[in-house]
């Protein structure tokens, strides 16, 4: 009869399997269909083989729960761990196949079902050596070959077997080094990502991401097997990874907007983006800003003068006041206009530059007249990287004939308010991801064209700064 513990440990398998994979995840891209569909696109369909795991567990508990449905006394309290294993699993294998998107839940509900089932795998391997070991007291007067056959060799051993190379695994393939690991990630067709309303099926226009994440020891193994793997120690300041994670979710958001606006002004549909005060971030504790000003208020003027972007509010702070001098500040707080004196100091950088003690960011206003429908993928988590190439790409969807002239095109950088291609990370291992595409051009924010070129020396690297200067070269290279 078939043991519940075949049924735990397949699921442990695949589940070590799964996470390798999710590591070298990068390495089947540049595959893509006739159809067009990507690797990162197929990814998402390749995430429902993760519901086996759970599942394997549920069989493995509920079988147990059939095969000693009879028993008593301590198989009671067995019981009752493989149905709490059961339940777990089956929520898990919920989560994978109806919310894939919710990947904390599912991962908090795997990793709360792991030591339960190593808990039964432990305990009914015990519970199977005493009977084994009755059997073999009631059997003494059968043959040595006969006795031999009520007790497996490896049967003693299995729980600590599997226990000791669960944990070897685990340390080689979760445990904290201390570094960040960056690695060559996959190509993603923005017109496949977004699409905008009254827009027409666009060309070939990939962005490109990577993978940067904390490091493990098994990335020092694949960075030996593998090309442009590269680590860097992770600072002592750095945030968690649960506050990371929602920082490049939102600036993956932000450079969504900020792409749609420029790409609908470019395409001769709406007024883009305009500046309109400068809000703050954040107030430094015991600053001369402290308890006069908070996070989210927008300045609006200094001393009566307009600032209506960080560059104004900057050029007038320099020029006309000086450090230890209290400032009118004219703000919104609330959809309330108010006014109050904040007294300045001098930065601990440029001690003759007065500063408030706040970090602030240019309030934008962006009209962005349709709608817009992004694509979810599970391997795109955040950041801004895609924005230039997503502007293009709406570009293309709105311009009649499109605009890459029957280029496949690819490249990276963000956008800004300006249409302005700004400055990334990663680069080489962007520039090695495209060279293994078919990419007849990859578009670079100009300061980085040197270190593109370090990682991919044959691709046709084009350095740009600005959007219109992607819209210009691709124009003048019409296939």
Request: aromatic fraction near 8%.
């Amino acid at each position: 009869m078939r043991k519940p513990a075949v049924y735990y440990i397949f699921g442990i398998a695949i589940a070590f399997a799964c996470l390798v994979a999710s590591e070298l995840i990068w390495l089947p891209a540049p595959l893509k269909t006739g159809s067009g569909m990507q690797w990162i696109e197929m990814i998402d369909w390749l995430f429902y083989f993760l519901a086996i795991v759970p599942l394997s567990w549920a069989a493995g508990a509920l079988l147990g729960i059939w095969q000693q449905r009879k028993r008593f006394g301590f198989a009671i309290v067995m019981q009752l761990l493989r149905l709490v294993v059961a339940g777990l699993s089956i929520v898990g294998a919920g989560y994978v196949l109806l919310e894939p998107e919710k990947l904390f839940q599912l991962l908090l509900i795997i990793g709360a079902s792991v030591p339960l089932v190593y808990a039964d795998l432990l305990l009914s391997e015990g519970i199977e050596r005493k009977r084994l070991a009755r059997l073999k007291d009631a059997e003494e007067g059968h043959s040595h070959a006969e006795k031999s056959s009520f007790i497996p060799h490896w049967l003693p051993r299995r729980g600590a077997i599997v226990l000791s190379v669960t944990i070897m695994l685990l340390v080689a393939l979760l445990f904290p080094t201390g570094y960040q690991v960056t690695y060559p990630g996959m190509t993603l067709n923005m017109n496949r990502y977004a699409h905008v309303e009254g827009g027409q099926h666009g060309g070939t226009i990939n962005g490109v991401l990577v993978f940067d994440r904390p490091a493990v020891p098994a990335d020092w193994l694949y960075a030996s097997l593998l090309p442009m793997y590269s680590f860097e120690k992770i600072p002592e300041d750095e945030p968690p990874l649960t506050e990371t994670y929602a920082q490049v979710v939102l600036m993956k958001t932000d450079a969504n907007s900020l792409a749609a606006a420029v790409a609908m002004k470019k395409a001769g549909i709406g007024s883009g983006i305009t500046a309109d005060g400068v809000r703050v971030v954040a107030v430094v504790k015991d600053s001369p800003a402290d308890r006069l000003l908070q996070a989210g208020d927008i300045i609006d003027k200094l001393d009566g003068q307009a600032v209506h972007t960080i560059s104004e509010m900057t050029a007038y702070m320099e020029k006309s006041v000086k450090p230890g001098a209290s400032v009118a500040v004219t703000l919104r707080r609330a959809g309330r206009v108010t006014q109050t004196t904040v007294a300045t100091k001098a930065s601990d950088d440029t001690p003759e530059r007065p500063v408030f003690g706040i970090s602030v960011q240019t309030e934008l206003i962006l009209d962005i007249p349709r709608e817009l429908d992004y694509k979810r993928f599970m391997a795109h988590i955040g950041g801004p990287s895609h924005g230039a190439m997503l502007t293009l790409a709406i570009i293309d969807q709105l311009t009649p004939g499109g605009i890459t002239y029957g280029n496949q095109v690819a490249g990276t950088g963000t956008i800004e308010a300006d249409g302005s291609v700004g400055l990334i990370g990663g680069i080489k291992q962007k520039a090695y991801a495209i060279s293994r595409t078919d990419a007849d051009v990859f578009f670079v924010p100009a300061a980085l064209e040197a270190e593109a070129r370090s990682g991919a020396p044959q691709l046709n690297i084009v350095p740009v700064e600005t959007i219109d200067e992607v819209l210009d070269w691709l124009e003048q290279h019409k296939k």
